[in-house]
Structures are given as structure tokens and as C-alpha cells.
């Protein structure tokens, strides 16, 4: 490296006689420090990078467009005939509980169905006492313990480090069913993971847990980001059968207005609200049977 910096010193004296000048010494050795520094860098870049000895290898993450996910759909058996029938799913991921869907909920007498991780329960005691208070009207599942999707490769999943081994696949839903039973719920037996997303052998390994997956056919919140008019919209647009999925945690976001609002638009049309424990139901992708 020194040989190369000591070589374009050379070339530059060439073509600025002011570096051999008692002057230009200062300026020589600088020059010379900067190209020795470049160089290193510039090795060092080369190099693939290794974790020092003894460290445990963590495999590279896979990037999200190269790993094979589904996002799993699920009905429940239609009314036919009559009023429709239509499944509110909410997701309660961490953070708080927004007030607004809860109320609108209780005080209409409003089944729903409430997925939970280990996470929010933690914070928001109130708000459980309230479900449970009512288990007439609220069905309490498995959101996973840390809010992290059920992917058992290394990648993220809309820039959420998702599980990434088996094993921690099987914590995530473990974890969160353990936090829910220490809390006074019935054993879970539906599990949705964190984004909806699964690699289809964490699928099967939840399956083999003894869960069904929870999938949704109408997206109402697109994770509490839309505004209230465009989840009124999203909620108008479920038919007999559908399973909507939308977030009860977050109480500062618009959505949370256009999905209470949403409820009560679609009572006023004799919608027949159901929870998944209560009404046969299909998902694809092996999700269900």
C-alpha cells in the first residue's frame, strides 16, 4: 500500500514542482499519509466480512423478493340467503387500545374476534378486563409474542425482521399462547402472525402446533395507515362471508374513526356480525384443513 501511495507521490511531483520546494514539505507528507489511508480502506472493502473468532455466524438475510410468502385468504360459510354474514378480525399488535372500536363494539353488541400478543397485554390491562368482561361477544386468539412474522428464513417482511429459524417461528407462537393463558385467556386456537405473512413450512409447522391460521378476505385498515374515508370505503366493500382484518391499538391514527364509523354502517344494513369460533370457515393455502 505505501508502495503505491509512495508512486503517485512520484507522479504528482512530476506535474507539481511546488511538493520539492521547503514549502511543499508539509504538503508531501499529508499527501502521502492520505493515499496510505485510502489504500487501507480500499483493502479492507475488499475483504468479505467475517465475525471475529469464536463469534457465532449469523447467515445473511435473504432479500424479501427472493423468499416465497403467502398472505392467506379465509372466508366463513356464507349466509346465502337473508342477511349477510361477516367476520370483524382486529389485530391488537402492542402499543395502547383505541377506545373508540372498543366502545362502538361493546355498546352495540358487536362479536368480534381479538388477536393478541404477548406485547400488548403487558400494557393494556384495562382494556383486557373489558374482553373478558364479555366473552358473549369477544373471542381472544394468538397475535404471536413478540409481534414478529411467522417466516422461518432470514428476510424482512415490510421492514420487520421476521423470525427467521424454526425455532424461533415455534417461540413466537409458544410465547404468545403461554402470555395469553398467564393472563386469564382460554387456550388459543387460531394464531395470525405479525404482517399476515408466512413461509408455507411455518405454515405446516404451525399447523402442527394444533393452530389454525387466521388469513382475512377484506383488508379494513391496511394496518390503521388509511384514512377514515378509505376504510368506510374498504368495510363497504365486504360481501357474505368475508373476514375482515383491521388494528384495535392504535388510538391516534384517523383509521380508528373510519372503522368504528364502519361498524355502524354495516349494522344499519343487517349485516350478521360473526367470531371464527362460532361459524365453519375455509383458508387457503393449507391454513385450515
Known amino acids: 500500500?505505501?508502495?503505491?501511495?509512495?508512486?503517485?507521490?512520484?507522479?504528482?511531483?512530476s506535474r507539481f514542482p511546488?511538493?520539492?520546494?521547503?514549502?511543499?514539505?508539509?504538503?508531501?507528507?499529508?499527501?502521502?499519509?492520505?493515499?496510505?489511508?485510502?489504500?487501507?480502506?480500499?483493502?479492507?472493502?475488499?475483504?468479505?466480512?467475517?465475525?471475529p473468532a469464536g463469534w457465532p455466524q449469523l447467515p445473511?438475510?435473504?432479500?424479501?423478493?427472493?423468499?416465497?410468502?403467502?398472505?392467506?385468504?379465509?372466508?366463513?360459510?356464507?349466509?346465502?340467503?337473508?342477511?349477510?354474514?361477516?367476520?370483524?378480525?382486529?389485530?391488537?399488535?402492542?402499543?395502547k387500545t383505541d377506545p373508540r372500536i372498543l366502545s362502538t363494539l361493546v355498546d352495540q353488541r358487536i362479536p368480534a374476534t381479538i388477536f393478541v400478543t404477548a406485547r400488548w397485554l403487558r400494557t393494556n390491562p384495562d382494556a383486557l378486563a373489558v374482553l373478558l368482561a364479555h366473552p358473549d361477544l369477544f373471542e381472544l386468539e394468538n397475535h404471536g409474542q413478540n409481534h414478529i412474522p411467522a417466516?422461518?428464513?432470514?428476510?424482512?417482511?415490510?421492514?420487520?425482521?421476521?423470525?427467521?429459524?424454526?425455532?424461533?417461528?415455534?417461540?413466537?407462537?409458544?410465547?404468545?399462547a403461554d402470555a395469553m393463558i398467564a393472563a386469564g385467556i382460554p387456550q388459543p386456537h387460531w394464531f395470525r402472525g405479525a404482517t399476515a405473512k408466512y413461509s408455507p413450512s411455518a405454515i405446516a409447522q404451525i399447523r402442527g402446533m394444533g393452530y389454525r391460521i387466521a388469513?382475512?378476505?377484506?383488508?379494513?385498515?391496511?394496518?390503521?395507515?388509511?384514512?377514515?374515508?378509505?376504510?368506510?370505503?374498504?368495510?363497504?366493500?365486504?360481501?357474505?362471508?368475508?373476514?375482515?382484518?383491521?388494528?384495535?391499538?392504535?388510538?391516534?391514527?384517523?383509521?380508528?374513526?373510519?372503522?368504528?364509523?364502519s361498524i355502524l354502517a354495516l349494522k344499519a344494513k343487517g349485516v350478521q356480525f360473526v367470531r371464527l369460533q362460532d361459524i365453519p370457515e375455509k383458508g387457503d393455502g393449507g391454513t385450515t384443513n
Do not use: W
Request: proline share 6%; aromatic share 4%; glycine share 10%.
Open 151 to 176: 417466516v422461518d428464513v432470514p428476510t424482512d417482511v415490510y421492514g420487520i425482521p421476521a423470525a427467521g429459524s424454526p425455532q424461533a417461528v415455534g417461540q413466537e407462537v409458544k410465547g404468545g
Open 1 to 13: 500500500m505505501a508502495s503505491v501511495a509512495a508512486g503517485t507521490v512520484i507522479v504528482l511531483r
Open 215 to 261: 388469513g382475512y378476505s377484506v383488508n379494513g385498515d391496511s394496518g390503521s395507515l388509511l384514512s377514515a374515508k378509505m376504510v368506510e370505503r374498504q368495510y363497504a366493500s365486504a360481501k357474505d362471508g368475508d373476514v375482515i382484518i383491521s388494528h384495535i391499538n392504535q388510538p391516534t391514527h384517523a383509521a380508528g374513526e373510519g372503522v368504528a364509523a
Open 60 to 95: 445473511p438475510k435473504a432479500p424479501a423478493s427472493t423468499v416465497k410468502l403467502l398472505e392467506p385468504h379465509l372466508h366463513v360459510n356464507r349466509a346465502g340467503k337473508g342477511a349477510p354474514r361477516i367476520a370483524l378480525t382486529f389485530d391488537a399488535c402492542m402499543g
Open 18 to 51: 511546488l511538493l520539492d520546494s521547503p514549502g511543499g514539505l508539509l504538503m508531501k507528507r499529508l499527501l502521502l499519509t492520505s493515499m496510505i489511508l485510502f489504500a487501507a480502506q480500499a483493502a479492507f472493502a475488499a475483504q468479505p466480512e467475517q465475525s
